[in-house]
Antibody, heavy 124, light 107 residues
């Protein structure tokens, strides 16, 4: 059974840093691309970043590019999101998600597994 | 960025009703669309991918259709467990974008 568990959230001041982790189990993590997605309670999800299965490609939302870094450690089955220069508007629940990939084209189709999320609150 | 617009923003329905939610993309996304269901305090759950493919374990009363810019999620007979918020998401281009959500409420 696929299991994703996020950790590392907390209450921080603006302009500080935080690193989120996502521990993966129940599937072959090293062959899965992964996303970070965030959601403000009562609002729709907002995509944050993606890392390819081999870590060679990363993509970011404009709102976090240059401040957030997605990475992975396949030896630990763990996904990371390093966040620096945090802003009030980064306050949200952060989810890690697994990418469902088309087996023929390798196209990224959807997010077929989600963790329960970790809450980040940026407040002065 | 591709904008995803859902309608309606909310719908009131009864158990057994047929419910249809639409999602429009600001430019063509071919069939690269997914639908999710979210209940309060829970993460979204994948229902449909590639516009019309049912995710494993999802009841067959859920179906998706469309291509290009216009898409539909249909619940053929609303079950008591289906009261939730539904989101569409385009997987065609980065940045990945979601619709604003449609809340299905008890009438």
């Amino acid at each position: 059974q696929v299991h994703l568990v996020e950790s590392g959230g907390g209450v921080v001041h603006p302009r500080t840093s935080l690193r989120l982790s996502c521990a993966a189990a129940g599937f072959t993590f090293s062959t899965s691309a992964m996303h970070w997605v965030r959601q403000v309670p009562g609002k729709g999800p907002e995509w944050v970043a993606l890392i390819s299965d081999d870590g060679s490609n990363t993509y970011y939302a404009d709102s976090v590019r240059g401040r957030f870094t997605i990475s992975r450690d396949d030896s630990k089955n763990t996904l990371y999101l390093q966040m620096i220069s945090l802003r009030i508007e980064d306050t949200a629940v952060y989810f890690c998600t697994r990418v469902m990939t088309d087996p023929i084209t390798d196209y990224y189709l959807a997010m077929d597994a989600w963790g329960q999320g970790t809450t980040v609150i940026v407040s002065s | 960025d591709i904008q995803m617009t859902q309608s309606p923003s909310s719908v009131s329905a009864s158990v057994g009703d047929r419910v249809t939610i639409t999602c429009r993309a600001s430019q063509t996304i071919r069939s690269w669309l997914a639908w999710y269901q979210q209940k309060p305090g829970k993460p979204p759950k994948l229902l449909i991918y590639a516009a019309s493919s049912l995710q494993n374990g999802v009841p067959s009363r859920f179906s998706g259709s469309g291509s290009g810019t216009d898409f539909t999620l249909t619940i053929s007979s609303l079950g008591p467990d289906d009261f939730a918020t539904y989101y569409c998401q385009q997987a065609s281009n980065f940045p990945v974008t979601f619709g604003q959500g449609t809340r299905v409420e008890i009438k």
